[in-house]
């Protein structure tokens, strides 16, 4: 899949569609994985890009109301972190 290119095929609705499915049922923890969390923006460049190329802006919305969220959710629980590890 070449996001530089505006040859999206059907293939590559159903994974965005898959997607942006499971950011919607498991919300923030979704991409809280350790193996997704250095990846956030990658994919919230990738989810963006498509939709605005299928001009579905109610989903670009999502995209990027979910991913202020998650960025808020990590700075808060980097503080948390932070103040336990103070603590101790």
């Known amino acids: ?11 590559d609705r159903e994974l965005y569609e898959s ?7 498991l919300g923030t ?4 994985v350790p ?9 919230k460049e990738s989810l963006l890009k498509y939709y605005e190329h299928t001009e579905e802006y109610e989903k670009c919305k999502f ?3 979910y991913f202020n ?7 808060i629980s980097s503080i948390v972190d932070s103040i336990k590890n ?3």
């Open 1 to 11: 899949m070449d996001l530089n290119n505006d040859n999206f095929g059907p293939f």
């Open 19 to 25: 997607a942006l499915r499971r950011l919607y049922d």
């Open 29 to 32: 923890k979704a991409m809280l």
């Open 35 to 43: 193996r997704l969390i250095g990846k956030k923006d990658a994919v």
């Open 63 to 65: 995209v990027r109301d």
């Open 69 to 75: 969220t998650l960025e808020k959710e990590i700075s």
């Open 86 to 88: 103070n603590k101790k």
